[in-house]
T-cell receptor, first 115, second 112 residues
Framework: KNQVEQSPQSLIILEGKNCTLQCNYTVSPFSNLRWYKQDTGRGPVSLTIMTFSENTKSNGRYTATLDADTKQSSLHITASQLSDSASYICVVTEAGGTSYGKLTFGQGTILTVHP | DAMVIQNPRYQVTQFGKPVTLSCSQTLNHNVMYWYQQKSSQAPKLLFHYYDKDFNNEADTPDNFQSRRPNTSFCFLDIRSPGLGDAAMYLC???????????FGLGTRLLVL
């Protein structure tokens, strides 16, 4: 069964500090991995997307890494801001077989940034 | 400009009273999805339309139906909402050949 596991479940950090969120997956065949940010009560917004051949991707203060051999990804947030408080969801897309790119979602990591 | 628009943002209904959630898109994408997301859980795919073809997930309850009258609009009908159907409902779109799904802001459903 395709699964995406995230850790930690929740994280509290002080404003200005860095943090790293983890994602392990068993989805196969693999197409891409995406990190989403979801603010409370709103739909997910894509932060980064990485395919099999990419091992790092940055978007401002967000840097995602991917190790396709070990099926692990991380999202590193630098110099955190209060507005970074949200749920961060790791999502893996299946490749081939189906034409609609089925997504498998992780449970998310709830990040809280305190002043 | 909003690309995937869900209405209403918040919906309150009574136990057993049918409710319809709406999704529209300005992207002209051919694939549209409906997800259910309960508190502190990952979104769960209910069904999707590939053009006009409706695809139901195996574990989606019969209580949930969908209509797609044209490319731009897709509706989620809950025929007899139960307390367990209270959740955030997310609509997403995608164009075949591209992996990105674009999500709306969601409709939060409360069942009294």
């Amino acid at each position: 069964k395709n699964q995406v596991e995230q850790s930690p479940q929740s994280l509290i950090i002080l404003e200005g500090k860095n943090c790293t969120l983890q994602c392990n997956y068993t989805v196969s065949p693999f197409s891409n991995l995406r990190w989403y940010k979801q603010d409370t009560g709103r739909g997910p917004v894509s932060l980064t997307i990485m395919t099999f051949s990419e091992n790092t991707k940055s978007n401002g203060r967000y840097t995602a890494t991917l190790d396709a051999d070990t099926k692990q990804s991380s999202l590193h947030i630098t110099a955190s801001q209060l507005s970074d408080s949200a749920s961060y969801i790791c999502v893996v897309t299946e490749a081939g077989g189906t034409s609609y790119g089925k997504l498998t979602f992780g449970q998310g990591t709830i990040l809280t940034v305190h002043p | 400009d909003a690309m995937v628009i869900q209405n209403p943002r918040y919906q309150v209904t009574q136990f057993g009273k049918p409710v319809t959630l709406s999704c529209s898109q300005t992207l002209n994408h051919n694939v549209m999805y409906w997800y259910q997301q309960k508190s502190s859980q990952a979104p769960k795919l209910l069904f999707h339309y590939y053009d006009k073809d409706f695809n139901n997930e195996a574990d989606t309850p019969d209580n949930f139906q969908s209509r797609r009258p044209n490319t731009s609009f897709c509706f989620l009908d809950i025929r007899s909402p139960g307390l367990g159907d209270a959740a955030m409902y997310l609509c997403a779109t995608r164009q075949t050949g591209r992996e990105t799904q674009y999500f709306g802001l969601g409709t939060r459903l409360l069942v009294l």
